[in-house]
């Protein structure tokens, strides 16, 4: 088994790959994005109503969730034991620090991202079609949201991902936070249809500072009643 590092191609998700996969599937490489991801998350409170941290869960298409799984049933039985998947999931973890886990959480109205620490808890499953990542992200130091809130983003700054909130039951809060909600507003549509027009060469070229695909990000907020 190998593992083919997309950092080098602007992304840090790492993927079991078999040596003709690529050429194989050639035309889902050709287009931009080139992973899509589904994303559940859950902003986790502690008992004095501050947020501790951000809890993902990333669901991957069904193209790279089978070139993800490629060479890990070690023992042959067609299934995928969670010590089969370990190793896929620490390397992700650890590869995505460089993008900061795509993950991008400040106060309301402010600039400056809120640091995050590494990531805890984190575990992979494959049910047969997609694979889906777990992980929690605590913030360096809990906040209160007040009235003004906080907001979370996740998305690739190259855009070579396309992360998305689920349809139903996007983002949630966990633990102890009455008064507080979340809302989920959506990207300019024309973002989307710009970025058909252009070419793999922009793209290319995009870096994980490049802050290109924030664009299409969708933009969850938590507020907690008034100050």
């Known amino acids: 088994m190998s593992y083919w590092n997309w950092g ?39 008992p004095d109503r501050k947020i501790t941290g951000v809890k993902h869960a990333w669901t991957f298409d069904e193209f790279y969730s089978a070139m993800a799984v490629q060479g890990l049933d070690t023992n042959g039985d067609g299934t995928y034991a969670k010590e089969e998947l370990d190793p896929l999931a620490k390397v992700n973890v650890e590869s995505l620090n460089e993008f900061d886990y795509f993950t991008f959480v400040r106060k309301a109205g402010e600039e400056a991202f809120l640091p995050l620490k590494d990531p805890e808890d984190y575990w992979v499953e494959y049910d047969g079609t997609v694979l889906t990542l777990h992980f929690t992200l605590p913030l360096e130091t809990p906040l209160d949201p007040g009235s003004k809130g906080v907001t979370v983003d996740v998305y690739d700054p190259t855009f070579f991902v396309a992360f998305g909130f ?30 058909k027009a252009l070419s793999e060469a922009f793209f290319s070229q995009l870096g994980p500072n490049s802050n290109y695909g924030s664009q299409f990000a969708q933009t969850a907020t938590v507020t907690c009643g008034a100050e």
Do not use: Y
Not at 12 to 40: D, E, I, K, S
Not at 169 to 176: E, L, N, Q, S
Not at 188 to 193: F, K, L, M, V, Y
């Open 166 to 195: 689920a349809e139903k039951a996007a983002v949630k809060i966990a633990g102890a936070a009455p008064g507080c909600a979340v809302k989920v507003e959506e990207p300019d549509p024309e973002s989307a249809e710009t970025a």
């Open 8 to 46: 080098t191609r602007r992304i840090v998700l790492t993927v079991a790959m078999v040596g003709q996969a690529l050429v194989g599937f050639a035309p889902a490489a050709n287009a931009h994005p080139h992973v899509w991801a589904t994303v559940h998350s859950e902003i986790v409170f502690s």
